[in-house]
């Protein structure tokens, strides 16, 4: 096998490279090109996975001292069916606990020269952010207190 046989099966990987360099790039420019649906579905998924891992190690600590205090009913009690129940309401609370983000996150359209686009919290409406970052400290708050 001489060289020329040996490039040919690089050269297609080069185009996608700098094609997804060329999205990198383009994910810190100074516009959000994603569109409102993304704006705010991005936002309410990180904060609803973060609220499901704070409750899913809440539940697995309280799991847990339960079965050093009462080890012997531990086994009736923790069984694999009620810890399936327990993963599904966590994600459920979750999802309905992240639930603000889709109110208070807007897509603006910002620039006087150029019309571009941000994804932010809603600042227009100081009430509604504050009402937000009360909550989600409330929310925090319960959750470590468990």
């Not at 080890?71 to 327990?86: D, G, L, N």
Request: charged letters at 10%; aromatic letters at 14%; one cysteine or more.
């Amino acid at each position: 096998m001489n060289n020329s046989e040996t490039s040919v099966p690089h050269l297609h990987l080069h185009p996608p490279l700098v094609f997804s360099l060329s999205q990198l790039a383009e994910l810190f420019s100074f516009t959000w090109t994603f569109g409102l649906f993304l704006c705010k579905f991005v936002y309410y998924v990180q904060n609803a996975t973060a609220i499901a891992s704070v409750l899913n190690l809440t539940v697995m600590s309280l799991e847990r001292c339960y079965a050093i205090v009462k080890p012997m009913q531990a086994k009736s009690v923790c069984t694999v069916s009620k810890a399936y129940r327990v993963v599904v309401a966590v994600w459920v609370a979750s999802v309905a606990l992240a639930s603000p983000t889709l109110y208070i996150q807007v897509h603006m359209e910002v620039g006087l020269v150029e019309k571009v686009f941000w994804c932010v919290r809603d600042d227009y409406s100081p009430l509604a952010w504050r009402a937000h970052e009360i909550y989600f400290l409330f929310v925090s708050k319960n959750h470590m207190q468990c």
